[in-house]
């Protein structure tokens, strides 16, 4: 089970990024994938995830409205679409799954349950 987190980089704010999350040697059919996000100095925190199914999603409240989570079967792939980027965004962001049932809707917000995990991308927001 691996997972490779990409597409961060350094935006203005108010503008917008797309992170991806390729999942290879598992099917996203029997995973909920969690992004989360480190800011120096501070805890790791979860922002947004998908169940197996792909039909439910939840978000941190610093970030609805504003981040999209979505995936692609076809390409095992976890996409995090975020728009009006402010510069508390700014963090190292990781993308994880934890082994759920198949195609449920069962979303797990609880970052020790989560087993398996990306090796991060930095998205730098200025002001």
């Known amino acids: 089970v691996q997972l490779q987190a990409s597409g961060g980089g350094l935006v203005q704010a108010g503008g917008s990024l797309r992170l991806s999350c390729t999942a290879s040697?598992?099917?996203?059919?029997?995973?909920?994938i969690g992004w989360f996000r480190q800011a120096p100095g501070m805890e790791r925190e979860g922002v947004a995830y998908i169940s197996s199914s792909g039909t439910s999603t939840y978000y941190a409240d610093s970030v609805k409205g504003r981040f999209t989570i979505s995936r692609n079967i076809a390409v095992n792939t976890v996409y995090l679409r975020m728009d009006s980027l402010k510069p508390e965004d700014t963090a190292v962001y990781y993308c994880a799954a934890r082994r759920l049932g198949f195609r449920t809707v069962t979303i797990t917000t609880i970052q020790t349950l989560y087993k398996n995990w990306g090796q991060g991308t930095l998205v730098t927001v200025s002001s």
């Open positions: 040697g598992f099917s996203l059919d029997y995973y909920v």
